[in-house]
């Protein structure tokens, strides 16, 4: 007994790869669902451990899931992992991405970047989400869909201008 007494540390590094391995198995897990139900899609950005706290629309505080986020050239979406929630918002309904600590009046304590969006009666809503590296997925979207949105909201008040 006394053996097992001095060698703790084994203990310790078990349990440390044993998480290590299960974080490994969860993200391969994921990415394989992704490959799977995205295929031939090009994936832009990609982040594991993003943290969603729910829709504006939503009554009630806001809620908090963790899952992955995707960019993809034409909508964002989200999975949770437990919870099996998805969430999907096309790119020419984004209006715009920016960075806020506070959601449905709710200070969160942590920096969250907010996608507002026409949703699908056309009303406005907002999203949260906590990623790595806020500034970057900022930019990202709006490098991807922002700019494509304000081409297609440009043609919509276009077209009836030139039917006339």
């Not at 970057?136 to 077209?159: G, M, P, V």
Request: with cysteine; net charge positive.
């Amino acid at each position: 007994m006394d053996l097992l007494g001095n060698q703790g540390w084994i203990i310790i590094a078990f349990a440390f790869f044993g998480i290590i391995g299960y974080i490994s198995y969860i993200r391969w897990r994921d990415k394989r669902w992704i490959a799977q139900r995205f295929g031939s899609h090009r994936v832009i950005a990609m982040s594991f451990g993003v943290n969603y706290f729910g829709k504006a629309s939503e009554p009630g505080k806001p809620s908090k899931s963790s899952g992955f986020l995707l960019l993809l050239p034409d909508r964002i979406f989200y999975r949770s992992r437990v919870r099996g929630l998805e969430l999907e918002i096309r790119g020419n309904k984004v209006i715009r991405v920016y960075h806020d600590k506070i959601h449905k009046g709710y200070d969160l304590h942590q920096s969250v970047i907010k996608l507002e969006f026409y949703g699908e009666k056309g009303e406005k809503d907002c999203v949260a989400f906590r990623v790595p590296y806020p500034p970057q997925w900022i930019r990202a979207i709006e490098d991807t869909l922002l700019k494509k949105a304000k081409l297609f909201h440009k043609d919509e008040e276009e077209t009836p201008a030139t039917s006339s």
